[in-house]
């Protein structure tokens, strides 16, 4: 069955510093995985995604990802915090009950520290 | 601009007043779907739709029904509502195929009293 774990219910780090945003996934078959973003009172926003092809990804807003098979990894980085990062994060992964199905993991709340 | 929308973005309502809440989107997508956002739960999947007359039920469909009568519009109908229906609502889309990006309507806030 499918599944995204995201172990960190927040994260805080100080404005400046590199950011990780930590997903560990267990899908049957292919990994599709995504990240999404969403600000307050806001609806999710993309940010990226892995279907194939190069293990890092480069998404939006300077953020990337690396899928890694062997630790069944899809972690969230970007090199340098900004206080507009803070935002609520959400991993997901193609679910089993349809090709556009995503299952969402419980999500990650971002604080930047100016 | 190539959008979900959803209406209304807030209610308020009490226990066993019928309520639906639209949602449409203008980039001529195949799929659709609802979810509910819930602190420490992260979005669960309530119904979905892969075209015209096709739905099915997500993970959580219970006291929740929903039809697609025409491609860009997905509305989502609580017969009944009741306290624990009480959450943020979220509509999606996407163009049909594996992997593809889904996109978020703002959402809406339901209180069910």
């Known amino acids: 069955a499918q599944s995204v774990a995201q172990p960190e219910d927040q994260v805080n780090v100080a404005e400046g510093n590199p950011l990780t945003v930590k997903c560990t996934y267990s899908?049957?078959?292919?990994?599709?995985l995504f990240w999404y973003v969403q600000y307050p009172n806001r609806g999710l926003q993309f940010l990226l995604k892995y279907i194939t092809g190069d293990n890092l990804v480069k998404g939006s807003y300077g953020f990337e990802a690396e899928f890694n098979k062997s630790q069944t990894s899809f972690h969230l980085k970007k090199p340098s915090a900004l206080v507009s990062d803070s935002a609520l994060y959400f991993c997901?992964?193609?679910?089993?009950?349809?090709?556009?199905?995503?299952?969402f993991g419980t999500g990650t709340r971002l604080t930047v520290i100016p | 601009e190539a959008q979900v929308t959803q209406n209304p973005r807030y209610l308020i309502t009490v226990t066993g007043k019928k309520l639906t809440v639209t949602c449409s989107q203008n980039m001529n997508h195949e799929y659709m779907s609802w979810y509910r956002q819930d602190p420490g739960l992260g979005l669960r999947q309530i119904y979905y739709s892969m075209n015209v007359e096709v739905t099915d039920k997500g993970d959580v469909p219970e006291g929740y029904k929903v039809s697609r009568k025409e491609k860009r519009n997905f509305p989502l109908i609580l017969e009944s509502p009741s306290p624990n229906q009480t959450s943020l609502y979220f509509c999606?889309?996407?163009?049909?195929?594996?992997?593809?990006?889904?996109?978020f309507g703002p959402g809406t806030r339901l209180l069910v009293l």
């Open positions: 999606a889309s996407s163009p049909q195929g594996t992997g593809k990006t889904q996109y």
């Open positions: 997901a992964v193609r679910d089993k009950n349809g090709a556009n199905n995503l299952f």
């Open positions: 899908v049957s078959g292919n990994p599709y």
